[in-house]
T-cell receptor, first 114, second 112 residues
């Protein structure tokens, strides 16, 4: 375990379903991130929260909705997804502005949209 | 355009056969270059941070080096357990904050 825990590890959902991904860290970090990882593409930054405020939203479709209730928890709410949204979704945390170790990543949620 | 390019895309080595992975970047305002290891079905795991040209870091069979335009990850006498995808990321200053630029990774397979 890296200190960043993501659940579930695997998720299969239909295009009309609503589901949520959860991320939890107890490293004392106060910046948290959602990334999308697709085959043969660089990691795509989706959302950044710093001190529980969303500071970045990289033109992500509205079918993805983040929530950060406190500095230790981050959610990604999913609804009416498309098959092209199938990917590995990674949560990461860091000190604001980064640190000598960059990000600490969770193990990811492998999402399949059918 | 800010870009991080890793090569080769995939590399197969015999156990004990040393080689190098390349990460070239065209990112201004470099604050750090990071190497991560990613095993299948897992998130990236931190390996090294390099801050300035000429810097080197070592960990077991891995050594990372940095120049002004690229970084190399040298693998000496690899073992099958070194098989993984190796990701490079550049952290750059943007305004009052930082931004990370990731490469697409090199998938390394070490054959016994």
């Amino acid at each position: 375990e890296t200190g960043v825990t993501q659940t579930p590890r695997h998720l299969v959902m239909g295009m009309t379903n609503k589901k949520s991904l959860k991320c939890e860290q107890h490293l004392g970090h106060n910046a948290m991130y959602w990334y999308k990882q697709s085959a043969k593409k660089p990691l795509e930054l989706m959302f950044v929260y710093s001190l529980e405020e969303r500071v970045e939203n990289n033109s992500v479709p509205s079918r993805f909705s983040p929530e950060c209730p406190n500095s230790s928890h981050l959610f990604l709410h999913l609804h009416t997804l498309q098959p092209e949204d199938s990917a590995l979704y990674l949560c990461a945390s860091s000190s604001p502005g980064g640190s000598n170790y960059g990000y600490t990543f969770g193990s990811g949620t492998r999402l399949t949209v059918v | 355009e800010d870009q991080v390019t890793q090569s080769p895309e995939a590399l197969r080595l015999q156990e004990g056969e040393s080689s190098s992975l390349n990460c070239s970047y065209t990112v201004s305002g470099l604050r750090g270059l990071f190497w991560y290891r990613q095993d299948p079905g897992k998130g990236p795991e931190f390996l090294f941070t390099l801050y300035s040209a000429g810097e080197e870091k070592e960990k077991e069979r891995l050594k990372a080096t940095l120049t002004k335009k690229e970084s190399f990850l040298h693998i000496t006498a690899p073992k099958p357990e070194d098989s993984a995808t190796y990701l490079c990321a550049v952290q750059a200053q943007r305004g009052t904050g930082n931004q990370f630029y990731f490469g697409t990774g090199t998938s390394l397979t070490v054959i016994p």
